[in-house]
């Protein structure tokens, strides 16, 4: 059994978050050290350590999280303008926590994708 973080505190409410939206299969709330204007983090509310843990069974809840990364954006205002999704997976991919989460980011102009 994969080990809880903080995010599954966050899903049942046991620590204080900013929820933008919930359903029976994720969860999004907004970032505690937002990096850009908009800074959403959409996780399943199953616990999936990394995308390197993904089965074919988490399909449907993954898809989720495109669903409600679209919806959030137009929500914030910024889904014409654009805007950016981002998995990061392990040491190498600057994952902090091991609870799968997808970020959405946006209201500025990101620039490139890799800066150093
Ligand atoms: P990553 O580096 O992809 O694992 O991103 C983890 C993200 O979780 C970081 O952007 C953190 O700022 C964010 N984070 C950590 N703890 C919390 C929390 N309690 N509430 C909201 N966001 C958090």
């Known amino acids: 059994m ?60 993954l898809g989720r999280l495109f669903t409600v990364a679209r919806k959030l954006a137009e929500q914030e205002g910024i889904a014409q303008d654009g805007y950016r999704l981002i998995v990061n997976c392990n040491a190498h991919g600057g994952q902090e926590v091991y609870h799968i989460h997808m970020h959405l980011l946006g209201g500025k102009p990101l620039g490139p994708l890799l800066m150093n």
């Open 2 to 61: 994969a080990e809880e973080t903080i995010f599954s505190k966050i899903i049942r409410k046991e620590i204080p978050a900013d929820i933008l939206y919930q359903d029976e299969l994720v969860t999004a709330f907004r970032d505690i050290n937002p990096r850009a204007p908009s800074h959403i983090l959409i996780i399943p509310n199953q616990l999936i350590p990394t995308v390197n843990d993904i089965e074919s069974d988490d399909e449907v809840a």
